[in-house]
């Protein structure tokens, strides 16, 4: 069992930063890939970014390249999501993930067990 509490969301204009933080419970974080997802007003869940077990093996939604940068602390049991250049579009409650079967995080959520409860970011003009 694996529980994931996100942190770090909040209200901020564009062109601004935010981080948001997942800390995850449970011995099988370090075996998990981890991804972070994103859910818009009015639209389904998307993939924003993974990173496979020990951090080496990173992607990104093409929308959010050379803004936002996912790492890993396993010592820490946590996944970070280091938001830049904040657009409008990218308002969206914040979901981070855990897959214990596989190697790397996929885009594909029905491949991860575990999500957390999700934290709001909103961006405005």
């Known amino acids: 069992q694996v529980q994931l509490v996100e942190s770090g969301g909040g209200l901020v204009q564009a062109g601004g930063s935010l981080r948001l933080s997942c800390a995850a419970s449970?011995?099988?974080?370090?075996?998990?890939?981890m991804g972070w997802f994103r859910q818009p007003p009015g639209k389904e869940r998307e993939f924003v970014a993974g990173?496979?077990?020990?951090?080496?093996?990173?992607s990104y939604r093409n929308s959010v390249k050379g803004r936002f940068t996912i790492s890993r602390d396993n010592a820490k049991n946590t996944v970070y999501l280091q938001m830049n250049s904040l657009q409008v579009e990218d308002t969206a409650v914040y979901y981070c993930?855990?897959?214990?079967?596989?190697?790397?995080?996929?885009?594909?959520?029905?491949?991860?067990?575990?999500w957390g409860q999700g934290t709001q970011v909103t961006v405005s003009s």
């Open positions: 993930a855990a897959d214990t079967s596989r190697y790397r995080g996929t885009e594909n959520p029905d491949d991860y067990d575990y």
């Open positions: 449970g011995r099988t974080f370090s075996s998990s890939a």
């Open positions: 990173i496979s077990r020990f951090g080496a093996v990173k």
